[in-house]
C-alpha cells in the first residue's frame, strides 16, 4: 500500500506547532484507521489551555509556558510574526505548508500584539514550553501486539534565541509545568513513553530522532543517557544519528515547516522488543512511504530496529495515554 502523509502542528521554546496532528493505526491487512485529528481549530487569539474536542482525545489541552503562562492560537493564514535577529526581520510562517494540505489553525507562543508589545519590538517572547492531553481509551486500545501507529505533526522554531526542537512524547504522564526536553526524563515516578527527540544533551536539543523513556529512565540509540548529561560527548546522537533542525525555508526566511514522522511498532522486532522510528521532511520533500523509507535506509539508526539489542525499547504500550509536546 503506498501511503501519503498527511497532518500538521506547529510551536517552539521557542516553537509552534501546526495545523494538524494525527496518530493513525495499521494492522498486518496494510487497512489504517485514523485514531487522533488535532487541527488545532480554535479561535485565533485564544489561548490552549481549556480547549478540546479533537478526535481521539479526552478532556482538554493543559498548555504552559514560562513566560507568558499559556500557548497562543494563531489562525491558518495569520503570522504571529515574531521579531528574530536582527530584528526587526519577522517570522512570517502562517500555518500554510507548501507540500501538506492544512486546515485549522497553529499553536504556541504568542505575537508581540498579544502580550501588548509593539510589532517591531525584539524582546523574549517565551520561554520552556509544554503542553499534553489524554488519549481516549478508543485509541490506545489499539495499542497492541503486530499493530503499527503512525505519527506526525509539523512544527516551527518561533524565535531565535532559546531555541529547542519542539518533541512530542506518547506516554504514561504529561510533563511537568516548566520542562524542557533535557529534564523530562525523571518525571512522573516512573515516567515511560516514545518521543522525537530533544535532549539531554544540550546539543540533542535541536535534533529529531527516536528516543524513548522507561520507569523515568531516558534512551537513545546510545543506550541509558545520565539525566544530567548537559554535554556528555559519549551520551550525544550523532548528526548521522538524527536531523537538525532547520531553520530558514527554501527563500531564505526565518521559521522553516519541519514535518516529523514517527512510526511505533508494537512487539514487532525479533526478541519482541517494540521498534520506534522517527524521520523528518522539509516543504519541499516528498510525503510519501517510500521515501521515509528511504530516509531510514541512508540512517539506519532513526529506527530502533538497527540499535544494538541493550539498548531497545520494550515498553507496556498499554499505560501509554497522554500525548505531551
Known amino acids: 500500500?503506498?501511503?501519503?502523509?498527511?497532518?500538521?502542528s506547529a510551536w517552539s521554546v521557542a516553537f509552534f506547532i501546526g495545523c494538524i496532528m494525527t496518530i493513525a493505526a495499521m494492522v498486518p491487512s496494510a487497512n489504517?484507521?485514523?485514531l487522533v485529528y488535532e487541527p488545532f481549530d480554535y479561535a485565533d487569539g485564544s489561548t490552549l489551555t481549556g480547549q478540546g474536542g479533537a478526535l481521539g482525545t479526552t478532556g482538554t489541552w493543559t498548555a504552559h509556558?514560562?513566560?507568558?503562562?499559556?500557548?497562543?492560537?494563531?489562525?491558518?493564514?495569520?503570522s504571529a510574526d515574531i521579531v528574530v535577529a536582527p530584528g526587526p526581520v519577522l517570522n512570517h510562517f502562517d500555518g500554510i505548508v507548501d507540500n501538506l494540505p492544512t486546515s485549522g489553525s497553529y499553536v504556541g507562543l504568542p505575537g508581540p500584539t498579544d502580550v501588548g508589545r509593539g510589532p517591531d519590538e525584539d524582546f523574549e517572547i517565551g520561554r520552556n514550553m509544554d503542553a499534553s492531553i489524554a488519549l481516549d481509551p478508543s485509541v490506545t486500545s489499539n495499542f497492541t501486539?503486530?499493530?503499527?501507529?503512525?505519527?506526525?505533526?509539523?512544527?516551527v522554531k518561533a524565535w531565535d534565541r532559546n531555541e529547542e526542537q519542539p518533541n512530542l512524547v506518547i506516554g504514561t504522564d504529561p510533563a511537568p509545568n516548566g520542562s524542557r526536553g533535557d529534564n523530562y526524563g525523571g518525571i512522573?515516578?516512573?515516567f515511560s513513553g516514545f518521543g522525537t527527540g530533544g535532549g539531554p544533551t544540550r546539543n540533542n536539543r535541536t535534533r529529531v530522532y527516536p528516543m524513548f523513556y522507561d520507569a523515568g529512565q531516558y534512551f537513545n540509540v546510545n543506550g541509558s543517557i545520565p539525566s544530567n548529561a548537559y554535554s556528555q560527548a559519549a551520551s550525544e546522537v550523532s548528526v548521522a544519528d538524527s536531523f537538525v533542525w532547520q531553520e530558514n525555508d527554501t527563500d531564505g526566511n526565518f521559521g522553516a515547516p519541519n514535518i516529523v514522522i514517527g512510526k511505533i511498532q508494537w512487539d514487532a522486532d525479533a526478541d519482541g522488543e517494540d521498534i520506534i522510528t522517527v524521520v523528518r521532511f522539509l516543504e519541499d520533500e516528498t510525503l510519501e512511504e517510500v521515501e521515509f523509507d528511504?530516509?531510514?535506509a541512508a540512517q539506519p539508526n532513526l529506527s530502533s530496529a538497527n540499535w544494538d539489542a541493550a539498548n531497545k525499547p520494550d515498553l507496556d504500550q498499554s499505560q501509554l495515554d497522554t500525548i505531551t509536546f
Open 1 to 8: 500500500m503506498e501511503k501519503h502523509f498527511f497532518n500538521k
Open 32 to 34: 489504517a484507521d485514523l
Open 65 to 78: 509556558e514560562t513566560h507568558n503562562g499559556d500557548w497562543y492560537v494563531h489562525g491558518e493564514g495569520i
Open 145 to 155: 501486539s503486530d499493530t503499527t501507529i503512525w505519527i506526525s505533526y509539523l512544527s
Open 188 to 190: 512522573g515516578n516512573g
Open 294 to 296: 528511504a530516509l531510514v
